[in-house]
């Protein structure tokens, strides 16, 4: 084993939030060693949006954000905005867009947003090492971190390891192992922005639908979502389904509006149109995809089209409630739900009150956005906050 090396910190993970925090605190004169697990950084950044990287959103504040304490993210957030990191993008010359509700996307790819952190974490001197499975880590004046071939060792150990989500990308929950270690309790991790899955009753219902999509309200509890819904092999995904996964609970069932905003029965009820099946498929294929609709009339329309039963079809509409089996896993999420409880770190700094010098940011943390540039940018506004107290 090498001898050790010498730092001012300890990043664990070249994601987003550790290459943040990496280039800020080298910013401010502190020698950084980044250690990743995979064969290079970034590589959720690269997948992120399409392979575009929905990099922040203009609308981002603690209301997108669901954690055991809902204030928590507050603090982070107003230190570092979108703003902030727009001026960051702009600085290096990267053109970008907006699309729908305030998504920020690079024009060109995601590379040119991981670019803008290696190009600027090697000139202000990081050490980014890849190919390096943390083994150990022990705590005596300050933290000594040993991988299969090296050992170093820094007053202060960030924490950037992310989630379990998508693993084929290299995640794993050794975030939470460090955090126990420390005896820091963990949120337990769970799937987000992820697709539900349908039971074998509604699955033979609705066979054949996959890739046909409607824009829809997607409602548990208090949360909604007025955005797309797609069906899939095994259930329902698409931007509305996946928002609304984060706040689904198992065993409940969540609401679908099929027709926003449209009263799709009202030809019938004001007796512009006959009063039978006919007339009521055609008013729902004039809202619906064709092979939606078709299904969705064969299995949920009334007997008779009376006044009470074209009333309670229109609620029906409206109010169409699934009962997903379950989520695709986190194979399929975006993100992951849960992690270290914020009640141990500052809010500030993400330093564990219990640990100094230990810090957790990013993914890892019991804060998780919804869809739309959010999760990027609790990585930016976390990985800020901590490189300040480095």
Not at 69 to 79: I, M
Not at 329 to 340: H, L, P, Q, S, Y
Request: aromatic share 8%; net charge positive.
């Amino acid at each position: 084993m090498n001898p050790g090396q010498s730092y001012d910190a300890i990043i664990a993970g070249a994601g987003a939030a550790g290459l943040m925090c990496a280039r800020e605190a080298s910013l401010r004169g502190r020698r950084v060693l980044v250690l990743e697990r995979a064969e290079k950084p970034g590589k959720k950044i690269l997948i992120s949006g399409g392979g575009r990287c929905n990099f922040t959103n203009l609308h981002c504040g603690p209301a997108n954000f669901l954690s055991s304490n809902p204030h928590f993210a507050k603090a982070a957030l107003a230190r570092y905005t979108p703003a902030d990191f727009i001026r960051l993008v702009e600085s290096h010359g990267i053109p970008y867009h907006e699309k729908t509700l305030g998504q920020l996307f690079c024009d060109r790819s995601a590379r040119d947003i991981l670019r803008l952190f290696e190009q600027d974490c090697a000139a202000f001197g990081v050490t980014i090492r890849v190919k390096q499975d943390i083994r150990e880590i022990q705590h005596r004046d300050g933290f000594v971190v040993r991988t299969e071939n090296a050992e170093y060792r820094a007053p202060a150990l960030v924490v950037a390891t992310g989630g379990p989500s998508i693993p084929k990308m290299g995640a794993t929950g050794a975030g939470y192992d460090i955090a126990r270690q420390f005896g820091l309790s963990v949120v337990p991790p769970r799937p987000a922005l992820v697709p539900l899955t349908l039971s074998p009753r509604d699955l033979a219902r609705y066979a054949g639908l996959a890739g046909v999509a409607a824009e829809v309200i997607a409602s548990f509890g208090p949360a909604s979502f007025r955005e797309k819904m797609l069906f899939t092999h095994r259930g329902v995904s698409g931007p509305a389904i996946l928002q609304i996964s984060s706040y689904w609970k198992p065993g409940e069932a969540v609401s679908i509006d099929l027709a926003p905003g449209r009263d799709v029965m009202r030809p019938l009820l004001e007796n512009r149109v006959p009063r039978n099946a006919n007339a009521a498929r055609a008013a729902l294929r004039a809202v619906l995809p064709a092979s939606l609709a078709n299904r969705w009339f064969e299995h949920n329309a009334p007997e008779r089209f009376t006044n009470s039963a074209l009333e309670n079809f229109e609620r029906l509409i409206h109010r169409w409630q699934i009962f997903p089996a379950g989520d695709e896993g986190f194979d399929k999420a975006e993100v992951t739900a849960g992690g270290i409880d914020t009640a141990e770190l500052s809010s500030r700094t993400f330093e564990a009150r219990r640990v100094p010098g230990l810090f957790f940011i990013g993914e890892v943390v019991d804060v998780t956005g919804q869809l739309g540039g959010f999760n990027f940018q609790w990585a930016w506004s976390s990985g800020f906050c901590a490189a300040q107290a480095l």
